[in-house]
């Protein structure tokens, strides 16, 4: 059975960095594309950002452009969120999923993790 | 940015009665539309996708049917693990989006 199993979260003063893991298993992972979705405290589903199974090319929702980088480790099975300079606002839950094979631009999600929760203080 | 509206925002139903769920894309999406259920304090979990495939290990009474902007997810008699939130997914566009989702409610 296909695992996802994020860490890294924390509370952390804005301004602040964290760096969130997932470590996947049971499935090539070079072979697929990859994505974190988060969700605020009581609210719905917002994807953050996608990166082809590849690595080589990534995609942000524009409220974290150019402060999170979304990167991925196939020799270690491994997705990652560097997240800079934190806000208030990206308080959430912050969930990885796997998104669609290599050949396919159909980016839904059929496994999720169960997700890491980053809290940023003002 | 493709918005997707979903409605009703709560349903109120009975066990064993039929739901039927909306979701309208501000754009086409032609079929690339997922529909995902969530549970309090699980992940979500992927019902539909491609509009109207159900995905592995999912039941025959959840089905999905639409295309371009309208989309309709239906459940044909509720079970009692039904009542949850649903959400909608456009798959295709950057940025990806989400409904902001119908909750299924005990009536």
């Known amino acids: 059975e296909v695992q996802l199993l994020e860490s890294g979260g924390d509370l952390v003063q804005a301004g602040g960095s964290l760096r969130l893991s997932c470590a996947a298993s049971?499935?090539?992972?070079?072979?697929?594309?990859m994505a974190w979705v988060r969700q605020a405290p009581g609210k719905g589903l917002e994807w953050v950002s996608g990166?082809?199974?590849?690595?080589?090319?990534?995609y942000y929702t524009d409220s974290v452009k150019g402060r999170f980088t979304i990167s991925k480790d196939s020799s270690k099975n491994t997705l990652h969120l560097q997240m800079n300079s934190l806000r208030a606002e990206d308080t959430a839950l912050y969930y990885c999923?796997?998104?669609?094979?290599?050949?396919?631009?159909?980016?839904?999600?059929?496994?999720w993790g169960r997700g890491t929760l980053v809290t940023v203080s003002s | 940015e493709i918005v997707l509206t979903q409605s009703p925002g709560t349903l109120s139903l009975s066990p064993g009665e039929r739901a039927t769920l909306s979701c309208r894309a501000s754009?086409?999406?032609?079929?690339?539309l997922a529909w995902y259920q969530q549970k309090p304090g699980q992940a979500p979990r992927l019902l539909i996708y491609d509009a109207s495939n159900r995905a592995t290990g999912i039941p025959a009474r959840f089905s999905g049917s639409g295309s371009g902007t309208d989309f309709t997810l239906t459940i044909s008699s509720l079970e009692p693990e039904d009542f949850a939130v649903y959400y909608c997914?456009?798959?295709?566009?950057?940025?990806?989006?989400f409904g902001g989702g119908t909750k299924v409610e005990i009536k």
């Open positions: 990166i082809t199974f590849s690595g080589g090319t990534t």
């Open positions: 999923a796997r998104g669609p094979p290599a050949g396919s631009s159909d980016w839904h999600f059929d496994y």
């Open positions: 049971e499935f090539i992972f070079s072979n697929y594309a």
């Open positions: 997914q456009q798959c295709t566009n950057w940025p990806l989006t």
């Open positions: 754009q086409s999406v032609d079929s690339y």
